[in-house]
């Protein structure tokens, strides 16, 4: 019936924010019969040892996947078909924009919000020789829409912005935007749930997808882990990934009994959440974690056990 995913890059130790979102996926996936797959997205640079440790760290919390666990770093062939493929199209331009290039033209009037305006599109190829010799080029997608809608489990329908977004950097690595819709599409995931930080992003994606005949992923942009300042949860936020709250007495069963109890879900096991699971009823607001005993009664929707 498909597939659902859970994507960590390994930079790192896993929080308690990553932890939540792989037990939804995990729910999502396993309460449709689908299958639930692991893979490690490893373009950028990795932490030595952090994929071991975050696969222990799944594990640690109950969670089991399907089938071997797939590393992007060992998929650059699939990247560069698709990339021939809408060369081939004549869908990819270079671009030799600079981050202050594109933050100063995003400031312009009229400019979209975070959007690319375009700018090395309609370049000549005089103007591209030259260019080449200044640095290197990205390679960017030549959209034919400016915008796409998706169906999100959670948000409903959401029409985002879609540009001409980078799909190959200019050291040559593909861009996330590619390799996850590739990766998505070959792997036969059509169940992505994930962090709310990344909505904006499935419209450029879901568009690729599409023009590169893969089916669209049905989506679930799942409420993020906030610290007590309202920020995203990170690792220097104190006691958030599990070696951290085992130091402090707090086993795995126990922190994945905080992260089900934030859900709103039984915290017994796994398998009793997965028997009460229904997506509609899940939190719509972040869970704010704090790792301040003190904080109790104070109206915030905390992860520290009384």
């Known amino acids: 019936m498909g597939a659902g995913r859970f994507?960590?890059?390994?930079?790192?130790?896993l929080h308690l924010g990553n932890l939540r979102t792989a037990i939804l996926a995990w729910l999502f996936a396993r309460s449709t019969e689908r299958a639930f797959l692991i893979r490690v997205e490893d373009l950028d640079r990795?932490?030595?040892?952090?994929?071991?440790?975050?696969?222990?760290?799944?594990?640690a919390i109950g969670l089991s996947w399907d089938g071997d666990v797939?590393?992007?770093?060992?998929?650059?062939?699939h990247y560069a078909g698709a990339l021939d493929e809408l060369r081939d199209r004549e869908m990819l331009y270079?671009?030799?924009?600079?981050?202050?290039?594109?933050?100063?033209a995003a400031s312009a009037p009229h400019a979209a919000p975070g959007t690319y305006p375009g700018t090395c599109r309609n370049l000549t190829g005089t103007e591209r020789a030259a260019k080449r010799e200044l640095?290197?080029?990205?390679?960017?997608?030549r959209t034919e829409v400016g915008s796409f809608a998706v169906a999100d489990q959670l948000h409903g329908t959401y029409t985002g912005a879609v540009d001409d977004f980078v799909v190959l950097r200019n050291d040559?690595?593909?861009?996330?935007?590619?390799?996850?819709?590739?990766?998505?599409g070959l792997q036969g995931i059509d169940q992505v749930v994930r962090g709310d930080d990344l909505l904006s992003s499935a419209p450029r994606q879901a568009y690729l997808a599409q023009l590169l005949g893969y089916g669209i992923p049905g989506y679930a942009h799942v409420p993020l882990a906030l610290n007590s300042h309202g920020k995203r949860l990170a690792k220097r936020d104190g006691a958030v990934t599990l070696a951290q709250l085992a130091a402090l007495g707090i086993d795995a069963d126990g922190a994945r009994s905080m992260i089900l109890a934030s859900l709103g879900l039984?915290?017994?096991?796994?398998?009793?959440?997965?028997?009460?699971?229904?997506?509609?009823?899940?939190?719509?607001?972040?869970?704010?974690f704090t790792t301040d005993p003190n904080a109790l009664g104070t109206g915030k929707t905390i992860g520290w056990p009384s």
């Open 94 to 104: 270079e671009c030799f924009c600079t981050r202050r290039d594109i933050a100063e």
């Open 7 to 13: 994507a960590p890059s390994p930079s790192g130790d």
């Open 172 to 184: 040559g690595v593909p861009a996330y935007n590619l390799a996850v819709v590739v990766d998505d």
């Open 46 to 59: 990795a932490r030595a040892g952090s994929e071991e440790l975050q696969l222990a760290d799944l594990a």
């Open 266 to 288: 039984p915290t017994a096991s796994l398998d009793a959440a997965l028997d009460a699971f229904e997506p509609t009823s899940l939190p719509t607001d972040p869970w704010v």
């Open 135 to 141: 640095r290197p080029a990205a390679l960017r997608l």
């Open 70 to 77: 797939v590393r992007q770093s060992e998929r650059s062939g």
